[in-house]
């Protein structure tokens, strides 16, 4: 029982850095959007849809991150099944955030202030008390 556990948190630790990971870069990977609109301001609304879903789609730099977000996505649906939603929902969502906030400083954004410092650490101390409850508990 304590096996299935720990796979499930794997699991989940996955999903988070592959959903927290890859926001940042998706962001990146869509910088010049905005100039595809304003070219296309004038257009029927289908147009400029179709103008903007051509330059996503064909920038690497937006699918590739996408990609392996939505293969997250996909981890999660599948370890749910066997996870217990006390564990699912703090380790994919919240850890999401902070890897969200560490992949946005490897891409030069600044990391902030000492507040979002002490938060990050919070959340991690918070997923790993959950753990460690959830853990106990199937020991005993």
């Known amino acids: ?3 299935d556990n720990i796979q499930s948190v794997l699991g989940l630790l996955l999903v988070a850095v592959c959903w927290g990971f890859t926001n940042p870069f998706i962001k ?10 304003q ?16 330059f996503l789609a064909t920038r690497w730099q937006y699918v590739v991150p996408l990609a392996i977000n939505l293969s997250g996505s996909t981890v999660y649906y599948y370890t749910l099944g066997d996870a217990d939603l006390s564990l699912a929902v703090p380790i994919a969502n919240s850890l999401t955030f902070a890897f969200t ?11 902030g202030s000492w ?17 460690d409850s959830n853990l106990r508990k199937d020991v005993e």
Do not use: N
């Open 1 to 3: 029982m304590a096996l």
């Open 28 to 37: 990146y990977g869509s910088q010049g959007l905005d100039k595809v609109s």
């Open 39 to 54: 070219a296309h301001a004038g257009s029927p609304w289908w147009k400029r849809q179709a103008a903007e879903a051509w």
């Open 101 to 111: 906030t560490l992949a946005g400083v490897i891409l030069g954004e600044s990391f």
């Open 115 to 131: 507040q979002r410092i002490a938060g990050m650490a919070m959340v991690f101390a918070g997923v790993l008390l959950c753990i």
